[in-house]
């Protein structure tokens, strides 16, 4: 699921896996209203509890979502170097979660993030954009840094151990799931995860967010408008 939250190994895309046609099931018989409407209710139950934690843009007061977003984390960029939230501090950070085997979020959501570097020009030193992957199994520190490169000289990647990829995607209420097919193998799989764009101040504290397709006119203004 993308949701929310840009965002391929022939980078930067994937290539889709082929449905498998089946055979159209036997006619079964409708529930009737009562059962409809319990089902209904379950389900809503369901997604409700899944879904508890999941930050929601807008919902709450400013104050509350400033301190809701980020916090301590350890990872490994694509030099090989540790990088931490210390490492955020002293310029404004785009951080968006994704994965290089994404087909298509992940490079489009990068691809207007570099769009919005070039349309900050000088002021866009002041800005870094953070990819972080949601992917740790497949996405090496090698891996990234080929894959950042495709859209601007300013893209740290970063990755690490599941452990610490979950930590940091639980500080920024992100949601990332592998998906489950019937072609799914241990080195051939997609993830849905969230498609939100984060942008912090250079004190490490959230500012606002950008939901994916955010024209990157836009996201340049707001941000020249917080600096």
């Given at each position: 699921m993308?949701?929310?939250s840009?965002?391929?190994?022939?980078?930067?895309?994937?290539s889709k896996?082929?449905?498998?046609?089946k055979?159209?099931?036997?006619?079964?018989?409708?529930?009737?209203?009562?059962i409809?409407?319990?089902l209904?209710?379950i389900?809503?139950v369901?997604i409700?509890?899944?879904?508890?934690d999941?930050?929601?843009?807008?919902?709450?007061t400013?104050?509350?979502?400033?301190?809701?977003?980020?916090g301590?984390?350890?990872?490994?960029?694509?030099?090989?170097?540790?990088?931490?939230?210390q490492?955020?501090?002293?310029?404004?950070?785009?951080v968006f979660?994704g994965?290089?085997f994404?087909?298509?979020?992940?490079?489009?959501?990068?691809t207007?993030?570099g769009?919005?570097?070039?349309?900050l020009?000088?002021?866009?030193e002041?800005?870094?954009?953070?990819f972080?992957?949601?992917?740790?199994?497949r996405?090496?520190?090698e891996?990234?840094k080929e894959y950042?490169?495709?859209?601007?000289?300013?893209?740290?990647?970063?990755?690490g151990t599941p452990?610490?990829?979950?930590?940091?995607?639980?500080?920024?209420?992100?949601?990332?799931s592998?998906e489950?097919?019937?072609?799914t193998?241990?080195?051939d799989y997609t993830?849905?995860h969230?498609?939100?764009?984060?942008?912090?101040?250079p004190?490490g504290?959230?500012?606002t967010?950008?939901?994916?397709?955010?024209d990157?006119?836009k996201?340049a203004?707001?941000i020249l408008?917080l600096m």
């Amino acid at each position: 699921m993308t949701e929310k939250s840009p965002l391929a190994s022939d980078k930067p895309t994937a290539s889709k896996e082929e449905v498998a046609v089946k055979s159209t099931p036997p006619a079964k018989k409708r529930p009737t209203g009562v059962i409809v409407l319990l089902l209904i209710l379950i389900g809503t139950v369901a997604i409700a509890y899944k879904y508890k934690d999941k930050y929601q843009p807008g919902r709450g007061t400013v104050e509350n979502e400033v301190n809701l977003i980020g916090g301590p984390f350890t990872l490994t960029d694509h030099n090989g170097n540790t990088f931490t939230e210390q490492n955020l501090l002293g310029r404004y950070s785009l951080v968006f979660f994704g994965y290089t085997f994404c087909p298509d979020v992940c490079p489009t959501t990068l691809t207007d993030l570099g769009e919005t570097m070039n349309l900050l020009g000088e002021e866009g030193e002041k800005v870094k954009t953070v990819f972080i992957s949601v992917d740790p199994e497949r996405d090496n520190p090698e891996d990234l840094k080929e894959y950042v490169a495709y859209f601007h000289p300013n893209v740290v990647g970063l990755t690490g151990t599941p452990e610490q990829v979950a930590k940091v995607a639980k500080a920024y209420r992100i949601y990332y799931s592998r998906e489950k097919t019937e072609n799914t193998t241990d080195d051939d799989y997609t993830l849905s995860h969230s498609s939100i764009v984060y942008l912090m101040g250079p004190n490490g504290k959230f500012l606002t967010h950008f939901s994916y397709g955010t024209d990157s006119t836009k996201i340049a203004q707001k941000i020249l408008e917080l600096m």
